[in-house]
């Protein structure tokens, strides 16, 4: 049973995690995709999950054949992206509010570890309306490799001044527990896709539908 009392910081992951940016990316990939004469199935943008863009494109290559464009898909899916989250925003995701008044209350200290540059994660927390929330954001700009490695935790930590065995990582996707995992900190998967690969089962220490559901589970 975990308590938020046996740890001394949490770190969030963002995409899927604390914001909905996951819904946004797969609309704008599949509207530019169907722009280039290509179709991305959902399944197969939620395998895209946690990943780093360079990884994302490897996957795009592999699934859309050698002659994908990748510039062409980048610029596109970008205005494409952009399009949507000026007229719809970017949700928080439920119980984050919640969880966040927790730690606050016991003076947790927290902060955000993402495998996006901090550019886009700025951009995107302040779609959302939370661009002040986190005074520490780690990105892939400040490590030299992102999820899966465990470098943006390890730095998390460092930055937190707390050892990574006593942070609590919280992530929706395997990459980001599979980097948890071997930067050592304990995890907390919340799935953003319906699919759960055992391995990533295996990895955390508890899966939770919803940041609520954490909440209620580490307050005792």
Request: with cysteine; glycine share 6%; aromatic share 8%.
């Amino acid at each position: 049973m975990l308590k938020l009392t046996d740890f001394s910081a949490v770190i969030f992951d963002m995409d899927g995690l604390v914001l909905d940016t996951e819904t946004t990316y797969s609309i704008a990939w599949q509207q530019a995709a169907r722009a280039m004469g290509y179709d991305l199935s959902t399944d197969f943008c939620l395998t895209l999950t946690g990943l780093h863009y360079q990884d994302i494109e490897l996957k795009l290559i592999e699934y859309c054949g050698a002659e994908f464009n990748l510039q062409t898909f980048k610029r596109l899916s970008s205005d494409c992206w952009r399009d949507y989250v000026n007229v719809h925003g970017i949700t928080i995701k439920h119980g984050f509010t919640g969880l966040l008044d927790l730690l606050i209350r016991q003076k947790i200290p927290y902060c955000l570890a993402t495998n996006s540059r901090t550019v886009n994660a700025l951009e995107c927390l302040e779609l959302a309306g939370i661009k002040d929330v986190f005074s520490i954001i780690v990105s892939r700009d400040h490590v030299q490799h992102g999820k899966p490695e465990p470098d943006v935790f390890l730095k998390a930590a460092e930055l937190l001044q707390v050892d990574i065995k006593r942070c609590l990582v919280i992530e929706d996707s395997h990459a980001g527990i599979v980097a948890a995992s071997r930067a050592g900190a304990v995890s907390v998967l919340i799935p953003s896709i319906a699919q759960v690969d055992p391995l990533t089962l295996e990895l955390c220490k508890l899966m939770v539908g919803d940041l609520a559901q954490l909440s209620n589970a580490i307050r005792a």
